[in-house]
């Protein structure tokens, strides 16, 4: 029963944080008419962090700055700019930071890989430990 | 030897941990990011100037001498508190101070350049913001120091304080 009902919570969590639909800032007067072109700038501004409040994407922020880069990234998606260059204008001003999601390069290589060593190290130690224990 | 490599997590984790406390103690504003635009060549730009009646063109501004670019607004308080460090940039001989108006009214920013003193050598007009995105900016005021080969070669973020306006100080001395 009391394992029900933790089930229960958990897969209710699990559906709130995957599921949910965040509150989105857009305006509706810089939503553009062409719907492919908008659902670009909407994935796009998701991967954009608001540079005031750091943990938001410029698609949830209605920090001033956030709504300038919205409109930008929409006028450059008109001006028939693709993705990777309205990504590489945004970072060649405000450095990888502005992205949510950090890029794969040699600075970030221990951002990256560090976790999965050290879930090799654990799992090591883990056995090891079995091993040595099972002797006794 | 198994048992000498388990030591090999204990110090990774000890490093992590040291690494941790050197930032903590360390004294920075973990908020001020790194500009991404220094040591390269100064955005390119056209804005219409506020003093004079013509527009500022900045390939033709930057790379003769060490400038100051201060953004600024009437509407911001800190860009009120720095106001007076500016004023003693502009003193110095060697350097020329330019201030970017950042969405702002323009009576506003003339009025307010009356009472308080008007530092700046050239004030380009940045109405809808787009100058300040390609500078980088995030949050007003920002000064930045170009040195005399159009190069950014130091960002300020926030309002100048004595410490940081003696800091800046000595980097236009390095720079001379």
Known sequence: MMINKIFLIAISIFFVQFFSNNPLAVEPDEILHDQK????ARNISKNIRCMICQNQSIDESN?????????????????GDKDEEIYKFLTDRYGDFILLKPPLKLTTLALWFLPFIFFAIGIFIVFF???????? | MKKK??????????LVLLNFFYLLLKERNPS??????????????????????????????????????NFFATWCKPCRDEHK???LFSNEKKIRVIGINYKDNTKKTIKWLKNLGNPYSDIPVDKNGRIAIEWGVYGIPETFIVNSKGIIKYRHVGAITKTSYKKINLIIKEME
């Open chain 1, 129 to 136: 430990h079995n091993k040595k224990s099972k002797k006794i």
């Open chain 2, 32 to 69: 001020e990011l790194p500009s991404n635009l220094l040591n390269k060549n100064v955005p390119k730009f056209e804005a219409l100037s506020l003093l004079k009646n013509k527009n500022f063109v900045s390939s033709q501004e930057f790379g003769n001498e060490i400038v100051l670019v």
């Open chain 2, 5 to 14: 490599l388990l030591i090999i997590p204990f110090i990774i984790f000890s």
């Open chain 1, 37 to 40: 072109q908008e659902l670009r």
């Open chain 1, 63 to 79: 920090a001033p700055l956030a709504k300038d880069l919205r409109i930008l990234i929409r006028n450059k998606i008109k001006d």
């Open chain 2, 85 to 87: 460090y500016i004023k």
